[in-house]
């Protein structure tokens, strides 16, 4: 698929600039219009997981909350203006004559989870950053609004690209639905990729089958000659993040949570280990 809208949520994390100068990469390749969006939560004080409203705060509170999430948006739409005028890329809320690359900013106020979906399932990718090391995949709702609850695919991004970043892909393939979306989501990668390793976890036969048959279908959708490598491990996650390091990859593409999301974050699973631990960015949809 082409990405014409791109979505990215700029919400106060440091690897948001990544997000942004890769999204300007993939422009490059495809003529884009980026929307960049900050949602401000209501005010409301986190107690104990749950939500105390702006009645149950003294003036000085809610006055200084308002003020916090005031300068919050108005420092994340001067980091995307900032970005847009380094890149040169013209602003514009109607599609252009020429064809040009565009950018568009706009601002929300509600549950950012929800805000985030609702805009997502109007673009064809949205490009989120993710924090270090300790990031808490259950706690990122904008991730969660995004992969979860947009139904289109998502780019995560966990710091600087390296070049040639779509030169060697990795594909993570478990035929299910989920896998079979993420492909489809990233077509437009995919076959400017110069090298394509199609990765399947653990030893079953079946499954070894089903990834020659992608293999095959990569071939008749002339894309770059793909390789099937293997992991009989049970840890599929640890194994594909291996994988992808000693192929050189610069991106993966993987279905999300094909298991389910509850048993995933209870018990861990391929996709939490990746979303934790990927140094390159990962292409999923759920």
Not at 26 to 34: G, N
Not at 248 to 259: E, F, K
Not at 274 to 280: A, C, E, K, S
Request: glycine share 10%.
């Amino acid at each position: 698929m082409a990405y014409r809208v791109i979505l990215v949520p700029i919400m106060g994390d440091p690897a948001e600039q990544h997000a942004l100068d890769l999204t300007r990469n993939l422009t490059d390749m495809i003529r884009s219009h980026i929307v960049g969006i900050h949602v401000r939560h209501p005010v409301g004080l986190a107690v104990a997981g749950g939500i105390v409203g702006p009645g149950y705060m003294t003036r000085g509170v809610v006055d200084a909350l308002e003020a916090s999430g005031r300068a919050s948006a108005a420092a994340a739409r001067d980091k995307f203006r900032a970005w847009q005028e380094a890149a040169d890329i013209q602003s514009a809320s109607t599609p252009p004559s020429s064809g040009s690359v565009t950018a568009e900013w706009c601002e929300a106020q509600g549950p950012v989870a929800q805000e985030i979906a609702r805009r997502a399932r109007t673009a064809d990718l949205t490009v989120v950053a993710r924090t270090g090391r300790q990031y808490a995949v259950d706690s990122d709702q904008t991730l969660q609004g995004a992969l979860w609850e947009s139904g289109r695919p998502v780019l995560l991004v966990p710091g600087e690209s390296k070049a040639g970043l779509f030169d060697t892909v990795v594909i993570a393939w478990n035929d299910t639905r989920e896998a079979a979306h993420a492909v489809s989501a990233a077509w437009s990668l995919i076959a400017r990729a110069r090298r394509i390793v199609v990765f399947v976890g653990g030893g079953d036969r079946q499954l070894r089958e089903s990834a020659d048959d992608l293999v095959r279908h990569l071939a008749w959708r002339a894309c770059a000659p793909a390789t099937v490598v293997s992991d009989p491990a049970d840890n599929a996650g640890a194994g594909l993040l291996a994988v992808a390091a000693q192929e050189n990859a610069g991106l993966i593409v993987m279905g999300a949570y094909s298991h389910g999301r509850l048993r995933n974050l209870v018990f861990g699973g391929a996709t939490n280990i990746v979303l934790r631990h990927t140094t390159i960015p990962v292409l999923m949809t759920h």
